[in-house]
């Protein structure tokens, strides 16, 4: 069973950048997928990025892409988040998760994943 801790988050001016990390424990994050969702007050959680270990694949949705970029750094065990250009809008509670899925299943809208990280807050100030 993976353990993941997310970190990086804070306040930002819109236009500015942060970078979040999700740290694996317990296992590597060999064969999984890992994404990154957020969930802003009265909100549903959505689903901003992914990215396939198998090879690489990324995913983002509409409302970041060009501005967000997904990685994975296979020696530290981490996917990182890059948000840039960031918007009042990009508010919310972050949160990493991940599984043993097929990536198709991200990309059919469809992914519930099991394992969750505790989240951390990304406040954009106007």
């Known amino acids: 069973q993976v353990q993941l801790v997310e970190s990086g988050g804070g306040l930002v001016q819109a236009g500015g950048s942060l970078r979040l990390s999700c740290a694996a424990s317990?296992?590597?994050?060999?064969?999984?997928?890992v994404g990154w969702f957020r969930q802003a007050p009265g909100k549903e959680r959505e689903l901003v990025a992914a990215?396939?270990?198998?090879?690489?694949?990324?995913y983002y949705a509409d409302s970041v892409k060009g501005r967000f970029t997904i990685s994975e750094h296979n020696a530290k065990n981490t996917v990182d988040l890059q948000m840039s250009s960031l918007k009042p809008e990009d508010t919310a509670v972050y949160y990493c998760?991940?599984?043993?899925?097929?990536?198709?299943?991200?990309?059919?809208?469809?992914?519930?994943?099991?394992?969750w990280g505790q989240g951390t807050q990304v406040t954009v100030s106007s």
């Open positions: 990215i396939s270990w198998a090879d690489n694949s990324p």
């Open positions: 317990g296992r590597t994050f060999s064969t999984y997928t």
């Open positions: 998760a991940a599984g043993p899925v097929p990536f198709y299943i991200v990309l059919r809208g469809t992914w519930s994943p099991r394992t």
